[in-house]
């Protein structure tokens, strides 16, 4: 058996400075939202011709007008993302392509143009908030039906934990923020959820057994005993999320990444947060026979 | 927990054969209309355009306001009650009239029969609010007067955007409502969207009008570009005839001027009127104005009596293409502003499938062979399963026929790896169980039994999350949320039915075996 208990002081304080740092990431720094949320045009080109590069690229937008541009490769040397901000002229992507085509020859080709206007991306922004939002509520709710309060606010404290977190990561790093980050924040809450359930599911069980352990001890027995569960399912998860980020694409790079660290989150705030919260606030058999009677 | 009986194990094989038949229908072509179900590719995967527009309706508002300055003045005209001061100013209508006719006024807007100010009978709400304060009145849409303009504009726009969008010939274009003022147009396959964008852009409001040096007719007169810029002209806003009036246009070779003109026919009022027009006005100039902007001014130098003209104005070929189109199918009710657009080129959309057939294929390699090194004879069990609920994951999406998106493999690929879940609760549990009971059908039936609540809990809560972005989430966001909502269900009944099933056969059969899992 693992002495899970034995650090469970100082992975508390490891994780409340992470979420510190994180809030405080987020306050000062911002996240690196992408067109989805900050409005804007973004194209995706494929160049035949492989002297084309990122700066030759640049020198000939920057004397577009188009404000400020961003040019990057994508995925390889003969793909770029070019991005800017929104765009009065309707036909800048009829004069882009002019334009390159008149300085490089016929070399490219468009492979994605998303353009998002400004009312759209606030409208974005917002139902993503809400989404994450209606997430944690119906997950506050369901956890406070299937359990007695002291699990329901360590689950809770766990998935904010995991969330925040995860959004300080991306702050820290400056990784875009996409509408495909917001279904990988939602599936790590739900991920999340999952893991903690499991552990809180034998911590119940075993309070109900045992009335002699305290639950300092109980957490440790019922983490060891879920132990190898919760690391053949992290395994297999971060297996195919692994498969995803390495050979899905550019276009889900960024969301298995999130994802990725998500499961990674999820699977420590199960044993290091959720459980803490429990001893911190001395769950005894007391508290599911009391719920048991009602 | 580990009793099947043989009905059970029928149904259980004919569901599973079922799905996997649907999944691989995708792969064949069936004669069979029920069989021959696709999966649907989303934009993402097959490529294609997908554009928001949004309709911007505060033109209608002020020329409805416009002519309803006509209407009051003549309707209070006739009840001799004077009103003076017509101001028309950031949608709201404003006039003033004396102590004595203002009760007179407002009683006729705020009548529940009032033909001036209608929908009280039917909505409960009249179409106009009015506000007096001393003897001026302020006149403007009420909220639910809005509501009706938006929609019967949306409507109108959404007719003749799919008029528009079928003249040019895309496949299956999806063409759909959103909200009260925007359309959603999807057009799968289409690799350049530049000329849709362009045809939809245009309101395409044409008329005949003629030039005119007289600004003190009551018609008034406004000042008008060309469309090509080069000069200026003084245009009559009295309107000889609109689009409305054109029964037909088409791009045309004049083989006389060797260019390409547009020729048109009218409708039987529409030729009255031209006819009419054309024989007072020989030698003016009569303007054709295509939303705003005059496309060419010719001098008229005989009646046109048969119905018929053509415009010329130095168009090419496409451009007078695209002008008769839109002459054809009508003039947009109001401007449309494309407020999103997100366009996958073929060839990206391939290159995503395969990315994403290739990850799921590593990644569900890796689990498998995983899965195996951890559980020996069980692995195989669990990979049994794992492999129906893929087929029957795609069944299932494809009896539905469901869009897949790239997010959406993502979400079959993230199933892939959680499903073992239930599987790896299930045989942890079991393990557990046999370390203090021999008998091992007992200790599996109670390795099930006991693992069950676990199983429930970690599904709905994946669930949730899939329901909730399933509603928030657009486009290929939404496939994702099917994917993994679905695949819960699929993986519940592969573990629960399947897998479970495998392993009460190897069970029963290997009851005395010491070490089993």
């Known amino acids: 058996m693992i002495a899970f208990n034995k650090y469970y002081n100082k992975f508390n304080i490891l994780s409340v400075s992470l979420v510190i740092v994180s809030l405080l990431l987020l306050m000062f720094k911002g996240l690196n939202f992408g067109i989805d949320f900050k409005g804007g045009t973004l194209i995706e080109l494929r160049s035949t011709d492989s002297k084309i590069n990122v700066s030759s690229l640049r020198d000939n937008l920057s004397q577009m007008n188009l404000g400020d541009v961003s040019v990057k490769n994508f995925g390889n040397e003969t793909d770029f993302l070019i991005k800017f901000e929104n765009n009065e002229n309707k036909n800048v992507i009829e004069e882009i392509k002019k334009n390159l085509d008149k300085s490089f020859g016929n070399n490219f080709n468009f492979r994605r143009v998303e353009n998002v206007g400004p009312k759209v991306s606030a409208e974005l922004l917002r139902s993503g908030v809400i989404a994450i939002s209606v997430a944690l509520f119906l997950m506050l709710v369901y956890i406070w039906i299937r359990f007695e309060w002291q699990f329901s606010l360590g689950a809770i404290v766990a998935l904010f934990h995991d969330v925040i977190v995860t959004l300080g990561l991306f702050s820290l790093l400056g990784l875009e923020i996409n509408l495909s980050i917001i279904a990988a924040v939602l599936t790590i809450v739900g991920y999340s959820m999952n893991d903690t359930v499991v552990i809180f599911d034998r911590v119940r069980e075993n309070l109900r057994k045992y009335s002699d352990i305290k639950i300092f001890e109980l957490t440790n027995i019922s983490i060891n005993e879920t132990l190898s569960r919760t690391l053949i399912t992290s395994v297999t998860t971060l297996l195919a999320l692994f498969s995803i980020f390495f050979f899905g694409g550019e276009v889900l790079k960024g969301f298995s990444l999130a994802m990725i660290f998500g499961v990674i989150f999820g699977t420590y705030s199960s044993i290091y947060i959720a459980n803490t919260v429990l001893v911190r606030l001395n769950v005894s058999q007391k508290t599911v026979l009391r719920e048991d009677k009602n | ?398 009896i539905f026929e469901a869009t897949l998106t790239l997010p959406g493999i993502a979400g079959i690929i993230l199933t892939v790896g959680m499903a073992v879940d239930a599987n790896v609760l299930i045989f942890e549990r079991i393990k557990e169980e046999l370390k203090s009971e021999k008998n091992n059908l007992i200790a599996f039936d109670s390795g099930y039994t006991k693992s069950r609540t676990a199983i429930l809990d970690a599904n709905i809560t994946t669930l949730l999350a899939a329901i909730i972005l399933f509603f928030m989430g657009s486009g290929p966001i939404k496939g994702f949320s099917l994917t993994l909502g679905i695949g819960i269900f699929t993986t519940l009944f592969t573990v629960y039915f399947i897998a479970r099933l495998l392993t009460v056969l190897y069970v029963s059969k290997n009851k005395e075996k010491e070490g089993l899992i």
Do not use: W
């Open chain 2, 1 to 398: 927990m580990l009793y099947f009986s043989k009905l059970r194990i029928i149904f259980i094989t004919i569901i599973s054969l079922l799905f996997i038949i649907f999944a691989l229908s995708n792969l064949f072509n069936f004669d069979n209309k029920i069989l021959n179900k696709k999966i649907n590719l989303g934009l993402d995967l097959q490529g294609g355009s997908y554009l928001l527009l949004e309709i911007d309706n505060d033109p209608v508002i002020e020329q409805k306001l416009q002519n309803l300055t006509v209407t009051i003045r003549n309707y209070f005209k006739e009840k001799n009650v004077r009103i003076t001061n017509f101001k028309l100013l950031n949608q709201t209508l404003s006039f003033t009239s004396d102590e004595n006719s203002k009760q007179t006024i407002l009683d006729e807007f705020t009548s529940e029969e009032s033909e001036l100010n209608p929908y009280y009978q039917r909505f409960k709400s009249h179409q106009l609010d009015i506000v007096e304060e001393n003897n001026f009145f302020k006149v403007s849409f009420s909220k639910q007067g809005i509501i009706n303009l938006k929609t019967s504009s949306q409507d109108q726009a959404l007719e003749i955007v799919r008029r528009r969008i079928d003249e040019i010939g895309t496949n299956e274009p999806n063409i759909l409502k959103r909200g009260n003022d925007r359309i959603l147009v999807e057009l799968p396959g289409l690799d350049d969207p530049m000329r849709i964008k362009s045809l939809l852009g245009k309101t395409a409001n044409l008329t005949f009008r003629f030039v005119t040096n007289d600004t003190e007719s009551s018609f008034g007169a406004e000042k008008l570009e060309f469309e090509d810029g080069t000069e200026e002209a003084m245009v009559s806003k009295r309107i000889i005839l609109s689009g409305e009036n054109l029964l037909d246009a088409q791009p045309r070779m004049d083989t006389e001027n060797n260019e390409t003109v547009v020729t048109f026919s009218l409708d039987r009022v529409g030729a009255k009127r031209f006819g009419k027009a054309t024989s007072n006005g020989i030698g003016k100039r009569l303007a054709i104005v295509l939303d705003g902007k005059v496309i060419s001014a010719p001098v008229i130098r005989d009646t046109i009596a048969t119905g018929s003209g053509q415009i010329s104005g130095g168009f090419t070929f496409q451009s007078a293409t695209d002008l008769a189109l839109l002459l054809r199918s009508g003039a947009l009710p109001a401007p449309l502003n494309i407020i999103e657009e997100r366009t996958v080129g073929p060839d990206l959309g391939q290159d995503s499938i395969n990315a994403g057939m290739i990850a799921l294929l590593i990644g569900f390699i890796l689990v498998i062979l995983y899965i195996i090194v951890k559980y020996k004879i069980f692995g195989i069990i669990t990979n049994i399963a794992l492999i129906l609920n893929l087929f029957i994951l795609v069944g299932v999406l494809t």
